[in-house]
């Protein structure tokens, strides 16, 4: 990794060189929603682990949530187009979230250099196999999480997440629950797979139509709690 791809990413706020962070022990792992937990061989998010992401924005932000309420500091490569609002209403601390939306040729070394001194790094970018494998093996190293968002070879974990949203009636009102089924499967003590059903409640957004009217009952804006259903 270049010294000045380093030294260029210790200027983004929130991220800072690796012996400026206070780490938990390597061997104890992040805390993760207790909804998630079920599906997590080691009841959270084990530090240097692989832990693909499928399928839903919602599912990353929940991986997120519990840990930066906890302290601990995230980064996000590659999506340009990541909500940072929706982010916050999933309880993810903002202030402790680093993005480098379009990391171009710079992917391997920037991500590289996230996984020296940050707790749970996501990536939408999918490099070469090899470089995929080896961005795996700094994060068994570092003891951080690594989060790809996609497919990822020898991944530990993989999480599938089908977002459902709820309210909308013929074409007004307001989107008043969102379902998240997620399922896993991996390798070891995940090879038998789960898979948990979360309600997301409220949250009260209106489709920007001026001819819309929304329900009465609408829910107010607020934090979104998580409830898991048994399926």
């Known amino acids: 990794m270049s010294g000045s791809a380093t030294a260029s990413l210790t200027t ?3 991220v800072s060189a690796a012996n400026e962070l206070t780490q938990a022990p390597v061997e104890k792992a992040l805390p993760v929603l207790d909804g998630l937990a079920g599906l997590l061989p080691w009841g959270g998010l084990r530090r240097g ?8 924005t919602t599912l990353l932000f929940a991986l997120l949530a519990a840990a930066t309420a906890e302290g601990s500091w995230a980064a996000v490569v590659g999506m340009p187009d990541l909500g940072l609002v929706a982010a916050d209403e999933l309880g993810v601390v903002v202030h402790r979230l680093a993005l480098v939306p379009a990391p171009g ?3 391997v070394s920037v991500t590289a250099a996230l996984l020296d001194g940050v707790d749970l790094v996501a990536v939408a970018k999918q490099p070469r196999p090899a470089e995929a494998r080896r961005l795996s093996a700094r994060a068994r ?9 996609g497919a990822w070879p020898g991944a530990d974990l993989e999480l599938n997440g089908v977002d ?3 309210g909308l009636a013929d074409g007004h009102g307001f989107l008043r629950n969102r379902e998240l089924i997620v399922r896993s499967h991996g390798r070891g003590a995940a090879a038998r797979g789960n898979q948990v059903r979360l309600t997301f409640p409220g949250g009260a957004i209106s489709l920007p139509t001026p001819t819309l009217r929304p329900v009465p009952d609408a829910p107010a804006v607020g934090k979104p709690r998580l409830r898991q259903v048994v399926s």
């Open 12 to 14: 983004l706020n929130g």
């Open 49 to 56: 682990s692989t832990v693909v992401v499928r399928g839903s």
């Open 105 to 107: 040729a710079e992917l």
């Open 141 to 149: 190293h570092r003891g951080s999480v690594l989060i790809p968002v």
């Open 164 to 166: 459902r949203w709820s």
